[in-house]
């Protein structure tokens, strides 16, 4: 597996995996639009996700950690483990490696046992974020199950994050909280939700009036968890289900003392267009963005529920207010544009792919193709053409005319190998191209396969 390229006929597979269209349409429409709680049973036609899968995700994150991303966090009554492996005083990381799931380790009620009996802790409550790079078949077959919703909605432009929770812990110990749209995926056991529409917290004198605009905010001690359970709405699943909660909507995990599992799809909307161009703004190294916003941009996050900026609307917004023409406000539309077509392309995660090193001499003869229904963006700014895939994009700064038609044959799934694609493309499309822009079409390849986003066909591949 040196190149780290995906079958074609895996990734087939788990088309099975998405939830149907008849499924998605009706939630999409009755739920996420009109803001409704529900637990979605047996959506997806098979197993997303399942104990093995767990286990072996959190060994690898424990043994291949990466740097800069956030790192698992168990939390045991009180105390709160969480490891650091680039900068580490406490001796954490090498506390926390033993906890790492040990090869052998069957199930994760075993594994759940385990670390409680070592860290002598009664109960356990278990976070851990995924990244793509953790598991790069867990997040193609993750974008396969959100497909058909994000096909009737807009990416979220908080971004799509991943996590697995897990334990025998009786409430979710930050207690009665709100952050992203909960979209659940219960693995194994029972996992029971208390949710509560926003207005049922926010009127408090202790809840700030910017709760609504936060990613996530925290009730903490003024609301008891006894006080508010029997205004609540319960929400109860168990293995293969779905529990959707609208992203304003307040939420806490209630657990009997048996072991569930649950892998989570978050949804993070934004409530302030601010925080909707915030990685835009940061990509130019604005140092303000406040000064940088016209005021009706930065003022429009307060207005209520129904801000939430679609991505069209948005860019409308920015047409109509942004009539200034200086230069850091054209580098501001382009970076935004940019990231708007990253995100597209990486199916709405946060964490996209990372580029990994293709050895091409072991792809000679290996017939490869793209997915159309995932295809390459491009988005052209200037001189510069940037193609995106997988949610990460790269400038091609040459002229180069057969570029986005050379993008667009690769989204038809076409078939080619590597050293035969550019011939290929140009008898099918009858595109002469010269040798500068055979070049350029070669080096546009080199990216998509570095970004896994070509898959191999044929029988034997490396
Ligand atoms: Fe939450």
New binding site residues.
């Given amino acids: 597996m040196g190149n780290h390229l995906y079958r074609w006929d895996e990734i087939q597979k788990l088309k099975d995996l998405a939830i149907r269209p008849e499924v998605a349409s009706p939630f999409v429409e009755g739920s996420v639009r009109t803001g409704t709680p529900i637990v979605l049973r047996n959506p997806v036609g098979g197993a997303l996700f399942t104990e093995r899968d767990t286990l072996e995700v959190i060994r690898d994150i424990f043994l291949n950690p990466f740097r800069d991303l956030p790192n698992p966090k168990i939390i045991l009554g009180d105390s709160e483990l969480f490891s650091d492996y680039s900068n580490d005083p406490d001796g954490l990381a090498e506390k926390l490696l033993r906890l790492a799931p040990l090869p052998d380790e069957e199930t994760v009620s075993s594994y759940v046992e385990r670390v409680k009996r070592e860290t002598g802790s009664s109960e356990l409550f278990y976070y851990m974020k995924i990244r793509s790079a953790n598991h790069p078949l867990l997040w193609f077959k993750v974008r396969e199950v959100q497909k058909h919703i994000f096909n009737r909605m807009p990416y979220p432009a908080g971004g799509v994050e991943l996590d697995i929770f897990f334990g025998d812990y009786s409430k979710t110990p930050t207690n009665i909280?709100r952050?992203g749209a909960?979209f659940i995926y219960v693995v194994s056991g029972s996992k029971k939700f208390h949710v509560w529409p926003f207005d049922r917290f926010s009127g408090l004198d202790s809840v700030k009036n910017d709760a609504r605009l936060r990613p996530a905010y925290f009730l903490g001690e003024s609301v008891r968890f006894e006080d508010a359970v029997a205004t609540g709405i319960p929400l109860e699943g168990s293995r293969g289900d779905i529990i959707f909660w609208p992203d304003d909507h307040w939420?806490i995990a209630e657990g009997d003392g048996s072991i569930a599992i649950t892998f989570c799809m978050s949804f993070f909307f934004n409530f302030s267009i601010l925080s909707e161009i915030e990685p835009a703004l940061q990509s130019i190294g604005a140092g303000d963005p406040q000064s940088l916003v016209p005021r009706e941009l930065s003022k429009s996050g307060g207005s209520g529920p129904d801000v939430t900026p679609l991505n069209n609307e948005l860019v409308t917004a920015l047409d109509r207010w942004w009539k200034d023409t200086s230069v850091i406000y054209s580098r501001l539309r382009e970076a935004y544009t940019l990231k708007q077509i990253e995100r597209t392309s990486g199916a709405g995660f946060n964490q996209p792919f990372f580029p990994v090193r293709i050895d091409r001499e072991s792809l000679i003869g290996v017939r490869l193709k793209c997915d159309p229904e995932f295809p390459l963006h491009h988005v052209v700014l200037g001189k510069v053409t940037h193609v995106a895939a997988n949610g990460i994009s790269s400038a091609f700064t040459d002229a180069c005319e057969p570029l986005i038609p050379f993008l667009t044959w690769l989204n038809t799934g076409a078939e080619f190998t590597t050293d035969t694609a550019t011939i290929l493309f140009q008898e099918t499309t009858r595109q002469s191209v010269n040798e500068r822009e055979r070049r350029t079409l070669e080096s546009c390849l080199e990216f998509v396969l570095s970004m896994r986003a070509a898959f191999i066909v044929n029988g034997s591949g490396p």
Avoid: F, K, R
Wanted: net charge negative; no cysteine; hydrophobic share 0%.
């Fill in positions: 909280h952050d909960g939420h």
